[in-house]
C-alpha cells in the first residue's frame, strides 16, 4: 500500500525558510517520481510545483524555480523539497505525491496518483 507522510510545516515569516520533509513507504522509491504541490484554503489542488524523476533531473514549475529545490534520498525512503525567501502567496497545505500522472501544472488526480495528508505552511509576519 503506497503511503506518503508530510512533515515539517509551520509559521514562518516572510524571507524566511523551511524544509519539508516527505516519508514514502509500500514502493520502491527509486523508480518513481515523486513530485509536491499545494492547496490553497478555499481553493482546489494546485499544479504539481516541481518533481524528481528516477534517474536524477528534476523539474519546476515557473513560479517556484529559484526558491524551491527538491530532493531525494531513496535508500531513507525520503523526499524533502527546501523553500526559500518564503512569501505570503506560499501559504498552503503541501503535498507530497507519486504516480504515473505527475507532471509540473498539472493537478494530481486519483487513481493514477498518490499523496498524503500533507503540512501546513503558514508564511505571515
Known amino acids: 500500500q503506497i503511503q506518503l507522510v508530510e512533515s515539517g510545516g509551520g509559521l514562518v515569516q516572510p524571507g524566511g525558510s523551511l524544509r519539508l520533509s516527505c516519508t514514502t513507504s509500500?514502493?520502491?522509491?527509486?523508480?518513481?517520481?515523486i513530485g509536491w504541490f499545494r492547496q490553497v484554503s478555499g481553493q482546489e489542488r494546485g499544479g504539481v510545483l516541481c518533481?524528481?524523476?528516477?534517474?536524477?533531473?528534476?523539474d519546476y514549475a515557473d513560479s517556484v524555480k529559484g526558491r524551491f529545490t527538491i530532493s531525494r534520498d531513496n535508500a531513507m525512503n525520503q523526499v524533502y523539497l527546501q523553500i526559500d525567501n518564503l512569501e505570503p502567496a506560499d501559504t498552503g497545505i503541501y503535498y507530497c505525491?507519486?504516480?504515473?500522472?505527475?507532471?509540473?501544472?498539472?493537478?494530481?488526480?486519483?487513481?493514477?496518483?498518490?499523496w498524503g495528508q500533507g503540512t501546513q505552511v503558514t508564511v505571515s509576519s
Open positions: 505525491a507519486t504516480g504515473s500522472g505527475l507532471r509540473v501544472g498539472v493537478p494530481v488526480r486519483s487513481p493514477y496518483d498518490y
Open positions: 509500500g514502493f520502491t522509491l527509486d523508480y518513481y517520481p
Open positions: 518533481m524528481s524523476s528516477p534517474d536524477g533531473s528534476t
